[in-house]
């Protein structure tokens, strides 16, 4: 069973960057599509970004030209770094995988989550 670890999330005043990390478990990590999911307080849970196996990208409207999803398949891990990062951009991250290679923007089609990590901008 693959395992997600998320990480770099903190404090950061708008404007700001921030990298966020997600380390998966198995030997199969190529073969995933990745995901990046956020819920703000009060809010429901959020798509915000994909990579698919074959490296398509996708994302959100409200990050589009902000966020950047990468990932580095020989050490097991996604990226999403985060530019220009304004209040409303404040939640919890988590990464997600979806072993058939795919995901996409509902919740439901990933069966891997990570722990979450926490992100908060400063106005």
């Known amino acids: 069973q693959v395992q997600l670890v998320e990480s770099g999330g903190g404090l950061v005043q708008a404007g700001g960057s921030l990298r966020l990390s997600c380390a998966a478990s198995?030997?199969?990590?190529?073969?995933?599509?990745m995901g990046w999911f956020r819920r703000a307080p009060g809010k429901e849970r959020e798509f915000v970004s994909l990579i698919r196996s074959g490296g398509s990208v996708y994302y959100a409207e409200s990050v589009k030209g902000r966020f950047t999803i990468s990932r580095d398949n020989a050490k097991n891990t996604a990226y999403l770094q985060m530019d220009s990062l304004k209040p409303e951009d404040t939640a919890v991250y988590y990464c997600?995988?979806?072993?058939?290679?795919?995901?996409?923007?509902?919740?439901?089609?990933?069966?891997?989550w990570g722990q979450g990590t926490q992100v908060t901008v400063s106005s």
């Open positions: 997600a995988a979806d072993p058939a290679g795919r995901g996409g923007s509902y919740y439901y089609l990933y069966t891997v």
């Open positions: 198995g030997r199969t990590f190529s073969t995933y599509g």
